[in-house]
C-alpha cells in the first residue's frame, strides 16, 4: 500500500519561508521522477516543481522560478520543497505525487499553505 504523507506547511506573511516535506512509503521510491502540486482556493491542481529519480534535473513553473527550489533524500525516501520569497498567489493545498500521471498513486491528504499580504 503507497502512502504519501506531505507535511511542512502553515501560515506566513508574503516574503517568509517554508520548507515542505513528503514521505513515500510502500512503493520502490527512487524508481520515480517525483512533483510537488498546488491547488490554489477553487482551482485546479498544477504542479510547481518535479525532479528526476536521481535528483539531478529540476524543473519549475514559470510562477515559482527563483524562489522554490526541491529535491529529494532517496535514502530517507523524502521529497522536498524550499520555498522562499512566499505571495498570497502561492496559497493552496500541496501534495507531492510521481512526475508522471501513468504512474500516480492516490492523492495524499496534502499540507496547507497561506500567505498572507
Known amino acids: 500500500q503507497v502512502q504519501l504523507v506531505e507535511s511542512g506547511g502553515g501560515l506566513v506573511q508574503a516574503g517568509g519561508s517554508l520548507r515542505l516535506s513528503c514521505v513515500v512509503s510502500?512503493?520502490?521510491?527512487?524508481?520515480?521522477?517525483m512533483g510537488w502540486f498546488r491547488q490554489p482556493p477553487g482551482k485546479e491542481r498544477e504542479i510547481v516543481a518535479g525532479v528526476s529519480w536521481s535528483g539531478d534535473r529540476t524543473t519549475y513553473a514559470d510562477s515559482v522560478k527563483g524562489r522554490f527550489t526541491i529535491s529529494r533524500d532517496n535514502a530517507k525516501n523524502t521529497v522536498y520543497l524550499q520555498m522562499n520569497s512566499l505571495k498570497p498567489e502561492d496559497t493552496g493545498v500541496y501534495y507531492c505525487?510521481?512526475?508522471?500521471?501513468?504512474?500516480?498513486?492516490?492523492w495524499g491528504q496534502g499540507t496547507q499553505v497561506t500567505v498572507s499580504s
Open positions: 510502500g512503493r520502490t521510491f527512487r524508481s520515480y521522477n
Open positions: 505525487n510521481a512526475e508522471s500521471p501513468g504512474v500516480r498513486v492516490p
